[in-house]
């Protein structure tokens, strides 16, 4: 038998017995360079080959070629072995510690809009309103016609319209043409909602008045229904919402939809109604506008006006998020910085 494959066997075993003696993935790469690399042992011996009989030389490849599979597949599980053992070190070492405080996650919450939203619905759900929803892109006709603004009267100046490409296409300017909407809806049935939504006005925006904001609609139909019925109603809401004991007051006003109208004001949440800067020196906040049902609308909804009266009222959300939770500008609501809406329950 060639020497050669005596030397290759008895590199074999030497080679067997330095990779047992590895101890890292280091050492395991230069112990592939020393015996199987390009410049190791292995090819050194295998030099000798070309001085070999013909003969010879298959016996000598074969025992070189499973020698070198053989010490390759315990190079692997060598290398694996060890990749193994790191990880549990490592794991080890990182461990728990229970002592450590927790982090907090960070909570999303609502926005102050929504939160107030949800606050005025759930009151006047309390008294029997249901939800009814209207949509924000309106016809003409719904947003001013119906509700008997005359086509070219001065009122229609008091919301400035965004309007459509589409003729009488436009976006809701207020959230009462869910009152017709909902008396087109249901009459002669008896109606007690409350209509939460967004409107859109094309004004400045400064820090009275932004060009999109939430109003919640309020509407009651039936028969008997008179403006004490307005009066304890509000007058509830505003004992919920801004606190026992509160005293509201009616101003006269004007709205087409409405005769007749008025604006409500509460006691001021800040001084009591002894005068500060919130309520500029009044005493008093204004809430809401409001008022008893115009015959006229109540006939364009369905009702006969000789039978049915109701009254109606709508207020703006930010405005009364901005009282409860005293904010002076409404442009935070849509500026989306974080830490308004963090600090602003
Ligand atoms: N729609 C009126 C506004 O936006 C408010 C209102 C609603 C007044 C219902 C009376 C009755 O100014």
């Known amino acids: 038998m060639s020497n050669l494959v005596q030397e290759l066997e008895a590199l074999e075993g030497e080679a067997i017995a330095a990779l047992e003696g590895t101890t890292s993935r280091a050492e395991t790469e230069s112990w592939y360079a020393d015996y199987l690399g390009r410049k190791g042992r292995m090819t050194a011996l295998l030099r000798g080959l070309s001085g070999l009989p013909a003969e010879e030389r298959p016996l000598v490849g074969q025992t070189a070629n499973r020698i070198k599979g053989a010490l390759e597949a315990r190079l692997q599980e060598r290398q694996g072995a060890m990749d193994q053992a790191a990880m549990e070190q490592a794991l080890a070492a990182e461990g728990i510690d229970v002592s450590v405080p927790g982090?907090?996650?960070?909570?999303?919450?609502?926005?102050?809009?929504?939160?107030?939203?949800?606050?005025?619905?759930?009151?006047?759900?309390?008294?029997?309103?249901?939800?009814?929803?209207?949509?924000?892109?309106?016809?003409?006709?719904?947003?001013?016609?119906?509700?008997?603004?005359?086509?070219?009267?001065?009122?229609?100046?008091?919301?400035d319209t965004f309007f459509t490409t589409q003729k009488d296409v436009i976006l809701r300017t207020h959230t009462s043409p869910g009152q017709m909407r909902c008396m087109l809806e249901y009459a002669p049935e008896p109606i007690r909602v409350v209509v939460p939504g967004k409107v859109f006005r094309n004004e400045d925006v400064t820090a009275r008045s932004e060009m999109m904001f939430y109003q919640v609609e309020g509407l009651v139909v039936g028969k008997k229904i008179t403006f004490a019925d307005l009066k304890g109603t509000l007058l509830n809401f505003a004992n919920q919402m801004y606190g026992k004991g509160r005293s509201i007051r009616f101003r006269k006003s004007y709205f087409p939809f409405t005769e007749p109208s008025v604006e409500v004001d509460v006691d001021c949440v800040l001084c009591g109604a002894k005068g500060c800067r919130l309520c500029k020196h009044t005493g008093w906040l204004e809430i809401l506008g409001a008022g008893m049902v115009h015959p006229v609308v109540l006939q364009n909804g369905g009702y006969d006006p000789a039978v049915f009266s109701g009254y109606a009222f709508g207020m703006g959300i930010e405005r009364q998020a901005m009282m409860k939770r005293s904010i002076d500008d409404i442009r935070y609501f849509y500026s989306n910085d974080a830490r308004f809406l963090e600090r602003v329950g």
């Open 103 to 159: 982090r907090r996650p960070s909570v999303g919450k609502l926005h102050p809009t929504t939160a107030t939203q949800r606050e005025i619905v759930e009151i006047f759900a309390g008294m029997g309103f249901q939800v009814y929803d209207s949509p924000e892109v309106e016809s003409d006709e719904m947003n001013f016609g119906l509700l008997n603004f005359a086509p070219d009267h001065p009122a229609r100046d008091m919301q």
